[in-house]
Structures are given as structure tokens and as C-alpha cells.
């Protein structure tokens, strides 16, 4: 019986610390094996919904500014899968999807791990001390907790 | 230089079902895959909680159990050894190190990701909600924001209903 390729799911926002977790895991956990990728990879960003990112930004932002920023979204997004797809092709990672998902990445990433049924997911770390995590929120440590499948939180080194 | 160095993974391992199935299934998915050829260093940390420590939860005039505890946990501790060393043989993985070291469990993983220069730690979770989190700590909590490499939480799947 031919085994079916164990899929991983990445997390990709817009943050070095993604970049460096997708360039980490390529690194490590597909170069090393060659020609056969152990895991077919799939990178999911999660894309803002507008009003969540206007919320952060107060009583001063109205809704007319709400286009405007779909466009930003829109462009970051494809920024993302630009990057993305220069950095699999320069590490010869062929086997690769892309999937932007509307929503909070907490989310997102939760129900991507089902979707894709992965055995992996891949988070990087903003590395957040507890203050920032208890305003911020940390993506790495819900999915460390909810994701239904193992977690990996690869951190950008401090220098 | 050519020949590249391996990398190393260190893989913490208790006496419970949550850590043998992180084992079997990082030995499943980072090993096996990859036969005669693997990818990483195994080493495999049990770390033996110091007999004052198992005791001191356990309440005053607690010194006389002491070498009782002591002998216990040495048991346990070469039965997860012994575990750990057939689990790698059953899969084939011949050059893994167990290791069991004295302490906290959640010092001695980062100590050792540091001893060993480890690029990933693998830890079991033992899926505790927030209350017991609290009471309890979690390693694997504090692992993934302690240890200096990327860490990987493994997760025994629940029953799905």
C-alpha cells in the first residue's frame, strides 16, 4: 500500500518570525531528505478581517476606510504568497499549497489542521513575554493547546 | 564543510502513555520515513524527579520514606528506559542515547537542548485544561517558551466523537 504523504500545515502571517519559521522548517525538516519531501507542505495565512484590524485602531477610524484596507489586505496577502513561493522554489520544495483564509489565525489555523488533516502544524513565535501575551494574545500557544494534531513553535533566535 | 553535521533532537519522555506515544510518533514520522538514514540525533531525556521533591508533596514525617521513594523512582526510571531503548529498536532506530537526569523535568529539557545543542525539542502533552495547568504547570508550556530551539508539542488525539 503506497503511504500517503503526511501533510504539515504552516502558519504565515506577515511578521519575519513567520518567514523565519517557514525557512527554518525548510531547512530542517525538508532539505535534509532530498528529492522526497516527507510532508506535503501547506502554508496558510491568515488574512485580517478589516473591522477586526479597525477595532485595534479606535473610535477615530470610520467605516469609509474599510475598502482601503481590504485593498492593503488583499496586498499583503499576495505579497505573502510571492515570498512564499520565491523561498520553496529557492529551497526546491515543489510540493507546496497556498491557502489564505479570512479570519483570526487562531481560528484559521485551528480548522486548516482539520481541513488539510495534518499530522504537523507549524507556528512561529513572536516571542511575546507574559505581559504582552496576556494583551496580544498568543497564536503559538492557543494552537499549542487546540490544534488537534502536534504543534511546532519555531523561534527566531535572539541574537 | 561537506559533510553536514547532524542535527539533534532531544525528546523528553516520563513515565506516562502521553510521552511513549510522542516517542513512537516522532520516531514514526522523523525516522522510520528515512530508514537507514535518518535526519537527526536522537537522544532521549528521562528526567527522574529527586526523591525530596516526589515526598515533599506528600506532607511532614516524610524523611523515613525517603529511600523508599528513592528506590522507587530508580525503577521507574530504568523502566522508561527500558521502554524507550525497545520502542527505538522496534523501529529501527539504532544510534538513539536515553538519558535520565536528575531534576525538574522542565530544566533538565532545556538544559539538555542546550547540552546537546538540539535544534528541536519533542514533549509529550499530557492535555491538561487550564485549571490543572495551574496547579499541576505544565512542562510543555514551559518548554515552548524556555527552551532555545523550536519545540514540538505532541498530542495524544483525543477519542473523536
Known amino acids: 500500500m503506497a503511504t500517503e504523504k503526511q501533510v504539515m500545515v504552516i502558519a504565515m502571517d506577515d511578521s519575519p518570525h513567520s518567514m523565519y519559521a517557514l525557512e527554518w522548517t525548510l531547512d530542517h525538516l525538508f532539505a535534509p531528505f532530498g528529492s522526497v519531501q516527507p510532508f506535503h507542505l501547506v502554508v496558510v495565512h491568515a488574512r485580517p478581517v478589516p473591522i477586526s484590524v479597525l477595532q485595534l485602531a479606535g473610535p477615530a477610524a470610520t467605516a469609509e476606510i474599510i475598502p482601503m484596507m481590504e485593498i492593503d489586505l488583499k496586498k499583503a496577502a499576495l505579497r505573502i504568497t510571492e515570498k512564499v513561493k520565491d523561498l520553496c522554489n529557492k529551497k526546491s520544495v515543489k510540493e507546496v499549497s497556498m491557502d489564505v483564509m479570512e479570519g483570526d489565525p487562531r481560528n484559521v489555523l485551528c480548522e486548516a489542521v482539520e481541513k488539510h488533516n495534518a499530522s504537523v502544524l507549524v507556528v512561529g513565535s513572536h516571542g511575546y513575554g507574559p505581559m504582552k501575551r496576556a494583551v496580544l494574545g498568543s497564536v503559538s500557544d492557543y494552537c499549542a493547546h487546540h490544534a488537534h494534531c502536534s504543534v511546532m513553535i519555531v523561534k527566531k533566535p535572539k541574537t | ?161
Open chain 2, 1 to 161: 564543510m561537506a559533510t553536514s553535521e547532524k542535527q539533534v533532537m532531544v525528546v523528553g519522555i516520563d513515565d506516562s502513555e502521553h510521552s511513549t506515544y510522542a516517542l513512537e510518533w516522532t520516531l514514526d514520522h522523523f525516522f522510520v520515513p528515512f530508514a537507514s538514514n535518518p535526519p537527526f540525533k536522537l537522544f532521549i531525556v528521562h528526567a527522574k524527579p529527586t526523591a525530596t521533591s516526589a515526598v515533599g508533596l506528600a506532607g511532614p514525617g516524610a524523611a523515613e520514606v525517603l529511600p523508599y521513594v528513592d528506590a522507587d523512582l530508580k525503577k521507574i526510571a530504568s523502566r522508561v528506559v527500558e521502554k524507550a531503548k525497545d520502542l527505538c529498536i522496534s523501529k529501527s532506530v539504532h544510534d538513539a542515547v536515553v538519558e535520565v537526569v536528575e531534576g525538574d523535568a522542565r530544566n533538565v529539557l532545556c538544559e539538555a537542548v542546550e547540552k546537546h545543542h538540539a535544534s528541536v525539542l519533542a514533549v509529550g502533552s499530557h492535555g491538561y485544561g487550564a485549571i490543572k495547568r495551574a496547579v499541576l504547570g505544565s512542562v510543555s508550556d514551559y518548554c515552548s517558551h524556555h527552551a532555545h530551539c523550536s519545540v514540538m508539542i505532541v498530542k495524544k488525539p483525543k477519542i473523536k466523537h
